[in-house]
């Protein structure tokens, strides 16, 4: 009975890490998009700090109302906004978040552009953080190891019980 109940524990812990990578790494590779942490709630409710938004590049042209991802500060912030206008001239866009009363400072230039959020999760942006992949790969491999001994030590314990009842 014991062993019953080890296994499904296992089998829903290895059952929730593969659902986890699918939804993280398999997805994104597969619909050629790229995940990016919503970093404020400038754009809440749609995206909320702390969420997952997966980001496609964008193929045809931006429009006054679109959601675009962007790239600021040379790369070390990245925003999501909504366009409120487009500058042709200069290929450039204003944007405003929906949350936010005045726009945002300057103009997002087409070279900063890294595509429209295709589809958005909430709660999971951690899971991009590499601190906290960091964490979860260490519990992984910890947990395996966890796993693989504690499996030996029931199987030897059970050939032990067998031996003793055919003895």
Request: proline share 3%; hydrophobic share 45%; no cysteine.
């Amino acid at each position: 009975m014991k062993n019953k109940k080890i296994t499904v524990v296992y089998a829903v812990l290895i059952f929730s890490l593969f659902l986890l990578a699918v939804l993280t790494i398999v997805i994104p590779k597969v619909l050629n998009v790229t995940p990016y942490v919503v970093s404020d709630n400038k754009m809440g409710p749609e995206y909320s700090k702390g969420g997952l938004v997966f980001v496609k590049d964008v193929m045809e042209p931006i429009h006054v109302g679109d959601t675009i991802t962007y790239y600021e500060n040379q790369g070390k912030v990245i925003k999501t906004r909504r366009v409120i206008a487009v500058d042709h001239k200069i290929d450039g866009y204003f944007v405003k978040g929906d949350n936010s009363d005045k726009a945002e400072m300057g103009m997002v230039h087409k070279r900063n552009l890294i595509g429209r959020p295709h589809f958005y999760l909430r709660y999971i942006g951690f899971l991009a953080d590499t601190k906290v992949m960091n964490v979860i790969k260490g519990s992984l491999f910890v947990g395996a190891i966890l796993m693989t001994f504690s499996t030996l030590l029931f199987q030897t314990e059970r050939k032990q019980r067998l031996r003793q009842q055919a003895e």
